[in-house]
């Protein structure tokens, strides 16, 4: 028995909280996690989860066996980010967080290029709306949207995430061209759902404008709302309605005239994106390249900095 798989595994079921759960997270069969949870068992000679067909629960001796695997797990990985200093090559595994958006449409692309100067490492991106935790996923850097809380994080400042309100030609052939914000009521408009606690849930139902008149409130409505950003935009590329989407998602569309930037003399809302990690991880020679490589890619060049590049061979280091 792999005594370090089956505890991983053994700490999966129980945070996750059913076998398979834990399968596909360990990337195995539901049938070999019950082979380790056993050989595991058999190992201690206690029982550490008493099973039922609805549902699971800890031993006493399991919940306190489940505490010291974290502890050991943690102290393998210690050791791995350690060995990995001493190699002046950056190689192993890369975890990465972002928002959706612009994880898929700039982020993904751009990781061709990074492994291309990197071969040694691999990436795990994880595409997310919610703040993903760090230390707790074993993520070594996160892209993130809004003001960075105080943290022992570092943050470094990223280019803007912003907005473009448009529509595709055949909508605006069928239903005209807003010219001003307040026409927008008028117009089949498509939005997203925000979760709730977000500090953007209000633009679902108001698109907000700043103008020479000053900022307003455009109230919105329209055939669908969803809380897909791909989503919104097919439906915007099909002629439904007019949309306020990332400038990631619809910058190509917009080159090649399948999408028409509306109301350019306003500005949207925005939001700053930084590139977050742990200080005491970036010793390690893989985080201090895709560091220097994001940096390179999407940094941000000066107040009101735009779009986010297109993914292009990046200078070497």
């Given amino acids: 028995m792999d005594l370090f798989l089956a505890m991983t595994v053994y700490v999966k079921v129980v945070e996750t909280g059913s076998m398979t759960a834990a399968a596909r997270q360990c990337s195995l069969s539901t049938t070999m996690v019950g082979n380790h949870l056993r050989a595991l068992e058999q190992r201690l000679g206690v029982s550490l989860i008493n099973r039922t067909t609805r549902r699971q629960r800890l031993t006493e001796f399991g919940a306190a066996y489940y505490e010291r695997c974290l502890e050991v797990l943690g102290l ?105 914000p307040a026409e927008l009521s008028q117009h ?24 020479p008149e000053g900022e307003v409130l455009v109230p919105v409505s329209g055939p669908m709302m969803i809380n897909s950003a791909p989503g919104l935009h097919q439906a915007a590329r099909a002629g439904m309605g007019i949309v306020m989407l990332p400038d990631a998602l619809v910058q190509q569309d917009l080159h090649d005239g399948k999408l028409v930037a509306l109301l350019q003399d306003y500005q949207l809302p925005h939001r700053p994106m930084n590139l977050v990690y742990a200080p005491d991880r970036y010793r390690l020679p893989k985080l201090r390249c895709f560091v220097e490589f994001a940096l390179q890619m999407w940094g941000k060049q000066g107040p009101g900095a735009g779009v986010p590049k297109s993914p292009k061979s990046p200078k070497s280091t």
């Fill in 76 to 180: 393998v990985q210690d050791s791995e980010r350690l060995a990995e200093t001493v190699h002046d090559e950056p190689q192993g595994m890369l975890r990465i967080a972002a928002p959706p958006s612009f994880g898929s449409e700039c982020l993904a692309p751009a990781m061709h290029l990074f492994t291309q100067q990197y071969p040694q490492i691999r990436v795990d991106v994880v595409l997310s709306q919610q703040v993903v935790d760090l230390i707790d996923n074993s993520v070594h850097a996160a892209i993130r949207l809004g003001t960075p809380e105080p943290s022992g994080l570092i943050a470094r400042p990223l280019m803007d995430f912003t907005l473009t309100i448009c529509a595709a030609p055949s909508y605006l052939e069928r239903r005209g061209v807003p010219r001003t």
């Fill in 188 to 211: 089949a408009c498509l939005t997203y759902a925000y979760p709730v606690g977000d500090d953007w849930s209000a633009v679902g139902k108001q698109w907000p404008l700043s103008g």
